[in-house]
C-alpha cells in the first residue's frame, strides 16, 4: 500500500552534514506522520525525528540542536537535515510513515523504507 524510498546517505567526516530523503507513493487516504529512525548493529531501533500532518515535531535526545525534519506534502516527502554530525550517529536510517488507508475506516498502516547508511568517520 504505501512504498519508501530513501536516498542522501553516505560517508561524511565528523562535523559535516548530510541531507535524507524520503518519498512516501502508494495508494492511501491519509498520511499521519512521517520520520526517521535509526539503527547501528547490536543496537535497539531510535528515534531521531518525526513530523506530522499539524506541523508538529518531535526528536529524539541525541539528535536535537543538530538535526532538522521538514517535509513537502505537495511531494509525499519528508527530508532529514543532519549537521554537526558525531562518529555515534553512524547508522542505518529507516524512513517511517504512518498512514490512514481508508476514509471508511479508522486503522493506521505503519511502513518502513529499506534504509540509508550514513557513516560519519572519527
Known amino acids: 500500500q504505501v512504498q519508501l524510498v530513501e536516498s542522501g546517505g553516505g560517508l561524511v567526516q565528523t562535523g559535516g552534514s548530510l541531507k535524507l530523503s524520503c518519498a512516501a507513493s502508494?495508494?492511501?487516504?491519509?498520511?499521519?506522520?512521517m520520520g526517521w529512525y535509526r539503527q547501528a548493529p547490536g543496537k535497539q531501533r531510535e528515534l531521531v525525528a518525526t513530523i506530522n500532518s499539524g506541523a508538529g515535531t518531535n526528536y529524539g535526545d541525541p539528535v536535537k540542536g543538530r538535526f532538522t525534519i521538514s517535509r513537502d506534502a505537495a511531494k509525499n516527502t519528508v527530508y532529514l537535515q543532519m549537521n554537526s554530525l558525531k562518529p555515534e550517529d553512524t547508522a542505518v536510517y529507516l524512513c517511517?510513515?504512518?498512514?490512514?488507508?481508508?476514509?471508511?475506516?479508522?486503522?493506521?498502516?505503519?511502513?518502513w523504507g529499506q534504509g540509508t547508511q550514513v557513516t560519519v568517520s572519527a
Open positions: 502508494g495508494v492511501f487516504f491519509q498520511l499521519n506522520s
Open positions: 517511517y510513515a504512518e498512514t490512514q488507508p481508508r476514509a471508511d475506516k479508522w486503522d493506521k498502516a505503519h511502513s
